[in-house]
């Protein structure tokens, strides 16, 4: 699946909402959240890509694509997602690092560490086809 296609963002739903680790983790959870995937043309990536997905209770109740008014906004250059996914840079170091950069209430952000920490772990289980030069780190999927 697509990076962050309609598909790939339902798998996403799906895996989260069926995790009792996640479920545990974000319980309590209501926000909404925008991704947004800046392009790369000298990679091979030529195309803005923004999802969002909003939380109850920490459920994935809703996916969208675009963008949309959401309590957080995180944004970063295409290939700094795919290191995130592939598990070259975690993501609280991203963020740390202004990589991965935020806008939102920073501090309930970061008092997520584990529930994010865990949801990329379950990203990381999804069969995930990456855009130009970076489709030499397709994740196989589990």
Do not use: C, H
């Not at 296609?5 to 069926?18: F, H, I, L, T």
């Not at 906004?73 to 070259?88: E, F, N, Q």
């Not at 935020?102 to 949801?119: C, E, H, K, S, V």
Request: hydrophobic share 35%; net charge positive; proline share 7%.
């Amino acid at each position: 699946m697509k990076l962050a296609s309609p598909e790939y963002m339902e798998e996403v739903r799906k895996r989260s909402n069926a995790d009792p680790e996640y479920l545990k983790l974000a319980k309590g959870l209501n926000a909404s959240f925008t991704l947004i995937l800046e392009p790369e043309p000298d990679k091979g990536v030529s195309e803005r890509i923004v999802v969002g997905f909003s939380n109850a209770d920490g459920r994935i109740d809703e996916i969208w694509l675009g963008e949309r008014p959401t309590d957080f906004t995180l944004s970063a250059p295409y290939g700094v997602w795919v290191d995130i996914l592939r598990g070259k840079m975690g993501p609280t170091k991203a963020i740390a690092s202004r990589k991965l950069r935020t806008r939102g209430p920073f501090l309930q952000l970061l008092q997520g560490a584990n529930r994010i920490i865990r949801w990329v772990e379950i990203l990381r289980s999804i069969p995930t086809e990456f855009e130009g030069e970076y489709a030499k780190y397709n994740l196989p999927g589990q």
